[in-house]
C-alpha cells in the first residue's frame, strides 16, 4: 500500500527500510514492496534496502547514506514513523526538501508522525481492533466453547493517512 501510494505519486525510484530483525510482518512488508514494484515494472534496487533502522537514530543514518549515493531513491517506504521522522529530521538538516527531494512514507500514525515538518503520510493499522482480536482468540484458547466470544471473519483494513511528506 506505501509503495503504491509513492508510485501514485510518480515515483519509480523507491527505497526500502525495515529494522534488523526479520518478523512476520517485516517480511510482509518487504514482500508488498517487491510485489508493487514488480506490477509497476519499477527497478529494484538491492543498495536501496535499508534493513538496519528501528528508531529515529537509524532514520536519520539512512538518509546519511542515501546523501552519499551516486544513484539515488527519490522515495521511501518505512516501516516505522520513529524512522521515517529521523529521515525527514536529518534531510532537513542537510538541506534536503521533503518531499521534492525525497519523498516518504512511515507506518503506524504515531504521534511523532504530526508532529515532524513536514508532517509524515503514514499507513495506519488498527491497533484498537487488533487487541480485541488478540485478547478474544486468547479467551478463546482459554475458556469453554460455549462461554468464547465470536471472531470476526472480515479482515482488518489499513488505510493510508496523506500528510505532506509525499
Known sequence: MGTRHLIEKGHKRIAFCQGSFRSFISIERETGYK???????????????????ADYHDGKEVLRKIVSMKDRPTAIFTGSDQVAAGIVFEARLMGLNVPEDLAVIGFDDQPIAEMTFPQLTTIRQPAYEMGERAMKLMLNLLLPEEESPEMPEEPLKLEIVERCST
Open 35 to 53: 510485489l508493487a514494484m514488480e506490477e509497476a515494472d519499477l527497478q529494484i534496487h538491492d543498495d536501496w534496502a535499508f534493513r538496519i533502522a
